[in-house]
């Protein structure tokens, strides 16, 4: 079998939902700015795009690989400037190649685009890779979760993900009692608040740990997601008073880079501290592992190198005893790979509740929890399909007028060898 060309499939369609959709942002490291701190979650830089009170256009991106055994791997959604990259750097690359080949064809692109290890590259390659695998799937009619040495069991624990949800303490408490009515046993919240906000910021983050606390009752989880946004003492401050409170982690309190700060801040905190979304393949999980900065890695199935590299990072964390929980943007591709694990090295999956009315929107049977629990079909690849009656309109994206990067080296060469 062969690969025999990539699609990149523009879809628009038009959700409908509660107003406001986005209720609140998350904190991020630009706040710091105050031209950037003024922004609110109706500010727009976030999708969907509002065109009437209650209705949303919604415009992904997915990647098919076709083959000339007529079998389609499919992928997605993928941020633009990744399907450029995906279109660009891997188009050609991938042409007539064994689509089954998943290991030579991941160290072909890992070797080709030697600049791009970390970010938007790897986010392309992750793609391409969980593509190659739901393709993988369908050639052999199983699931993936069975092509990679599962069941391990037949369902886990998904955990809510309230980004997005206001985090007004009346609120908050609601949306906690209301996702744990519905099954959930673990709920993540995004504090708003950090150093740059003083002690009424302190105050306000420690407000919504004891509001969650106290609306989930002692026997459910509460996990806090910093993003990225806090500091060493700001951290271990908070730390220190909620740490009665039972928080099960403390995720992403500084910038991912600061890998030695984030270990010092896990040893000193009496809140367990998760890390690793914003880290890409086994070697920057590795990093993570060998700094002991993490109680729980997070690595994205689809930033972090694909299906392919989760399997290694997963076997990698097994030798430090630390447990891997995907980050959740892929929630089709994560639940396959976390049933493959056992239960103690993959013990649950993120579901980002809003996010997933977006990211799961296009699909005809969204993977979604029922009861606080999480499973994927028998069908097989990752069993996800495009629903046509969702699609307004479509168009295959392609930057072929660009000139390639092969292309402009050689022109910087042509100039050298004509300044000669
Ligand atoms: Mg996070």
Redesign the pocket.
Known sequence: MRITGLRLRQLTGIMEHEEPFWEERLARPVDVYPEHKVQTAADGYWMPRLIAPGRSEVISVFLEIDTDEGVTGLAGPVPHEVAWIIDREFRGLLQGADPLATERLWDLMYREAVHGRKGATMMAISAIDCALWDLKGRWMQQPVYRLLGGPVRPSAPAYASMLGYSIEPELAHKRTREKVAEGFRALKWFPRWGPTDGREGMARNIELAETLRDAAGPDVDIML?A?MTWNRPYTLEFARRVAHLDIRWI??PVMPDKIELCAEIRHLSPVPIATG?HEYTRWGQKALLDAGASDVL?ADTFWAGGLSEMVKICTLASTYDIPVIA?GHSVPANTHLTLAMPELLAPMVEYLVKWNELLQFFWQEPVKPVDGMISVSDRPGLGVEIDPDKIESEEELGWSSVPNMAGSVQTHQQTIEEGE
């Open positions: 997601d993003w995720e992403e979304e997070q980050h």
